[in-house]
C-alpha cells in the first residue's frame, strides 16, 4: 500500500496464518468470541469502518472485499463506549512491521474520544493507495485502557522467511455464491477475526503490551458493512484484520 501525498510504501502481507474464514464475523470455530472461546459481553467499544475512495466521496465497503491495485482506501474508526487508546499495525510481505496509527512524522492523538472518527493511516485524511503483490495486508488493531508505547515507523520482523509469498491457493478468491447475489468479489477469509493464541505479535506490540488479551467480540453490520470490536476494560486487546487485493 502506498500512502497518498507520502513517498512510504508499505508492502502486501501474503500468508498470514492468522485468520480462517470470517466473513460473517464470526471467530474460527463458530461464533462472536473471544481467543478462548468464551463470549465477551462487557467493555470497550468502537467501530471500524472500510471505506473506498470514489469520485471524492467515502463509499463503505465489505469487510471481505478484494481490492484492485490503485484502489485508494482507509479505516475510520470510532468508541462507542468506554473511550481507549487505538493502535494500529501493519505486518508486510517484506517481513517488515510498520505503524500506521501513529504513524511516522505525525502527531496523531491515539486517545479515542466518543463517537469521533479517527483515520487510519494517520497521515493527512487518512487514504493509502493499494499496490504491491496479490495476498493479505494483516494489520494488528489494539486498542487499550491505558497509553501503551508503541514505536512509530518500521521494525525489521525475527522471522523474515515467515512473510514469504504463499502458494497460489492462498491469493484472495471471490466467493462464487456471494459474487452471484452482490455483484462483488469478497473472499471469505478476508476481513476481521480474533487472533489466535499461539501465533507471535508483532515486535511493536510485544514490546509494549506482551500480555494483550486476544478475548475480543467482532460483529459485522451488514447494513453499513462495520465491525463492532468489544474488548475487555483491563488490559490492551489485539484482534487482525485481513485486507485483501488482486
Excluded at 459485522?220 to 487482525?240: G, I
Aim: hydrophobic share 40%; glycine share 10%; aromatic share 8%.
Amino acid at each position: 500500500m502506498r500512502w497518498i501525498g507520502h513517498v512510504l510504501w508499505v508492502a502486501a502481507s501474503l500468508g498470514c496464518p492468522t485468520a480462517g474464514p470470517t466473513g460473517s464475523g464470526a471467530a474460527p470455530g463458530g461464533g462472536a468470541h473471544g481467543g478462548s472461546g468464551t463470549p465477551v459481553r462487557t467493555g470497550t467499544v468502537f467501530v471500524i469502518h472500510l471505506e473506498q475512495k470514489k469520485d471524492d466521496k467515502a463509499v463503505a465497503m465489505y469487510p471481505g472485499h478484494v481490492f484492485q491495485p490503485g484502489d485508494v482506501v482507509r479505516f475510520r474508526v470510532s468508541a462507542r463506549a468506554m473511550e481507549g487508546y487505538l493502535y494500529v499495525i501493519d505486518q508486510g510481505s517484506s517481513g517488515a512491521y510498520t505503524t500506521l496509527f501513529p504513524a511516522q512524522g505525525t502527531r496523531a492523538d491515539t486517545f479515542l474520544h466518543a463517537d469521533q472518527d479517527v483515520f487510519v493511516p494517520s497521515v493527512e485524511d487518512g487514504w493509502f493507495e493499494v499496490g504491491g503483490p496479490a495476498g493479505f495486508d494483516v494489520l494488528y488493531f489494539v486498542v487499550s485502557p491505558k497509553p501503551i508505547d508503541i514505536a512509530a515507523g518500521s521494525v525489521e520482523s525475527e522471522k523474515p522467511g515467515a512473510a514469504a509469498p504463499p502458494p497460489d491457493s492462498m491469493k484472495p478468491r471471490c466467493d462464487d455464491a456471494i459474487f452471484r447475489s452482490r455483484g462483488e468479489c469478497v473472499d471469505s477469509t478476508a476481513g476481521p477475526a480474533p487472533l489466535a493464541r499461539d501465533v507471535p505479535l508483532p515486535p511493536q506490540i510485544t514490546a509494549a503490551a506482551r500480555n494483550a488479551s486476544r478475548d475480543i467480540v467482532l460483529e459485522e453490520n451488514d447494513e453499513d458493512h462495520s465491525v463492532t470490536a468489544t474488548a475487555p476494560l483491563d488490559k490492551p486487546a489485539v484482534y487482525v484484520f485481513r485486507l485483501a487485493h488482486q
